[in-house]
Structure formats: C-alpha cells, structure tokens
C-alpha cells in the first residue's frame, strides 16, 4: 500500500486508493486504542508537532494523543503562547520550529492555504489540521471511516450536508471525498450559507431540510460558525433552527436506518436538537474516536511506514 504523499494538505491531492489506503489502515490503527496499554513504538524517536493558531478541543488533543500512542515525542505550540505575540511572522515561527527537526508539523490557522505555503517551505511532513474555510482533511477522513462502520459501500449512498456550507472546510473536504467515492451530495441550507457555483462540485443543493433527508443514507450537521461571517446571514438563530436545525419531529422524515454525523463543536439547540444527539442514530463521539485511528494512520503513512507493521 504505497502512500507517495510528504503533506496532507488537502482531500483533493487525494486518489480513491489513497482514501482507501487510510482507511483500511485505520481499521488496524484502532484496536491500539482499545489495548489496555495504548502505545505501540512506530514511531519512537520521531517529534511531532501541533502548531494551532485556533481553538481546538478535539483535533489538536486527538493529534497528541495519535503521536503518543504511536511512541513519538508531541509539542504543543498554540498562536497565543508563541512568539507571534511578540511580532514574530508565521513563517519564522515555523522556521524556528523547524531547526528543532521535527517529523511532522500539524497546522491550524484561520486563514486558507498557509499549510500549503509551509509545506512549500520547510522540508518536514506538513498535516492540515483545518485552514479557514478551505480544508479539514483529517476531519473527513475520520467521517469517512465512521460512516464505512455502518454502511456497505461508499458507492451510492446519499448524503445531506445541512447548514452553512460557505464557512465550512469540513463540507469542502467533505465533498470532494464523497465525490471521489461515489456518492452523491446534497447541500441544504438557507441561500445566503451556500456559496453561488456549487453545482459544479457536482453536489445538489436544497434549501428545504425536510425534502433532502428524506432519503439521505448519512446526514452531516453543521454549526454556524459565527466568527467566520463579516455580516449577518439569517435573521435570527432561532429562525435558523426552525427552518434547519434538525429534531427529532423532523427525523422521522428520514430512513430508519440514517446514521447522523456533526464534526462538533456542538450548538445544541441550534442545529440539532439533544434529543437527536441521544438518539441511536448519532455518532458524534464514533467519529471523535474514529479520529485518534485516522491520525495515527496518516502519521505513520506520512513518515513512510506503509511497508512496515504498524505493530
Ligand atoms: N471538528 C473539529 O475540528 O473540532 P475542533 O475545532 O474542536 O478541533
């Protein structure tokens, strides 16, 4: 299973087989985490790390906890902690960072395409752990591996993305991954949440929430995420949540068999309601523990481990 990739910059520089590659890998990647002990060698000696100029709850500690696991020694760097406080650019920063040399540099900044612009400049593996509206690819890879622990085949299945696709790396990654599996996308969402031109993704898209679950396969909720938006898109929040929050009244218009996915964080009340969240149909928290495997996979392929055992 070669894997010819220095960077995990994006879904799009991703083939089928390379999809597939990750996520039959992180089929053996997450029976370490059920170990009672949770650590294999693989990449002792190896240094990673976690340079996030965002919040993160799940991504960042899912990345530390991937490099533990796998024995490598993890650095956490946060935006408000460096020396970028004190004027230091960006590329400096990770210059310095670099001098220290590490095996991978994860990245999280609000603002699309600087781990593509690191990855151009230092010689160590580059992972997007999320850039502005742009990409989140290690997010969808993880939705991928969640929904394939509940349905067949890939090929085929129908999945609603609701909410405000404009905003959302995770939709952009989203997508373009779906699509290179073979399956089909609706976007759902008030029209001033999904951008002009979308149908050339090759994605659906609906503005009645109702009409596009209705023979949905996976719905993906998403959050709005306010500190993205530079003017008021919708009326009000509770408008919002009328129209597109997702609750269990409106669930019974779906297929028994509908898996729910939300990458977090959660507003709940806004865009899916608690009762859904317990519903047996969510899977928010597979998809948290889906992504210490995910990135375990991706360090250990990144680092030129597809030949060896993981174990
Ligand atoms: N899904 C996700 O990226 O969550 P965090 O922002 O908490 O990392």
Redesign the pocket.
């Known amino acids: 299973m070669p894997f010819p990739h220095k960077d995990l910059l994006g879904i799009g520089q991703l083939s089928k087989d390379d999809i597939l590659t990750i996520l039959d890998a992180t089929e053996s990647f997450k029976e370490i985490s059920t170990r009672p002990i949770k650590k294999v060698p693989t990449l002792r000696g190896r240094t990673i790390v976690n340079l996030f100029f ?9 990345f530390e906890i991937a490099g533990k696991r796998l024995s490598a020694d993890v650095i956490n760097v946060t935006g408000s902690t460096s020396s970028v406080t004190k004027g230091e650019s960006l590329l400096d920063t990770a210059y310095n960072l670099e001098a220290m040399n590490p095996d991978i540099l994860v990245v ?1 900044h609000s603002a699309s395409g600087v781990p593509h612009m690191l990855a151009q400049k230092i010689n160590c593996s580059v992972i997007n ?2 850039d502005g509206a742009h990409e ?1 690819p290690t ?1 969808a890879l993880l939705d991928l591996a969640t929904i394939r622990e509940h349905k067949e085949n890939f090929d085929g299945l129908k999945v609603a993305i609701v909410g405000d696709i404009t905003h959302s790396r ?1 939709a952009r990654s989203n997508i373009l991954a779906m699509k290179t599996l073979g399956m089909t996308v609706t976007v759902v969402g008030p029209p001033t949440l999904i951008p002009v031109g979308m149908e050339s993704l090759g994605v659906r898209v609906s503005h009645n929430l109702e009409e596009a679950i209705a023979d949905a396969d996976v719905i993906m909720m998403l959050r709005i995420q306010e500190e993205r938006h530079n003017q008021t898109s919708f009326p009000s929040l509770r408008e919002y949540s009328i129209l597109f929050g997702l609750t269990a009244e409106k669930l019974k218009k779906a297929k028994e068999d509908v898996i729910i996915l939300h ?3 959660v507003n709940r009340g806004v865009e899916i309601s608690p009762d859904v969240i317990e519903s047996g149909h969510c899977l928010i928290l597979n ?2 523990n889906n ?1 210490v495997a995910v990135r375990m996979t991706l360090m250990y392929l990144l680092l030129g481990g597809a030949d060896e055992n993981p174990n």
């Open positions: 965002e919040p993160s709850t799940r991504t960042r500690t899912s999280r752990a999320g989140h997010q995770v990458p977090g964080p998809q948290v992504g």
